[in-house]
């Protein structure tokens, strides 16, 4: 067997320990790293992050969308709830029998107030 070390002369040994280095900045400023065999393995990987942090994003987005929706929602509630709430005053205040007699009397429609009180009517079996 031949000595490794002792055979090779001083271009090799130089080309040797150029292509052992992990990279410089020569190569990474030129671009020549994106050609190694190491890149080239990990472009699988490097695809699937960047689809993962895509859908991280948008998912992000549309979280933020439905958050938006549910205030704008739950303010309409409230309005809706307090609309209703003033509706049902104004409605058991027009009901009131005093008042129901005054709207007979402005409008003019000759009805009269019941003086009997009613009867109860009861079915004997």
Known sequence: MRDLNNDKT???L???STNSK???IKDFIGGNFLTSENVI???PYVLF???VAILYIG???QAEKIVRETIILKNEVKELRAEAITTT???M???KQSEVAKLVEEKGLNLKEAVVPPKKIGIIK
């Open 10 to 12: 001083f271009e090799e």
């Open 14 to 16: 130089d080309s040797v």
């Open 59 to 61: 998912n992000r987005y």
């Open 41 to 43: 393995k990990q472009i």
């Open 89 to 91: 005053s104004e409605l």
């Open 22 to 24: 992990k990279g410089s």
């Open 93 to 95: 205040y027009i009901s």
């Open 49 to 51: 992050l960047s689809i």
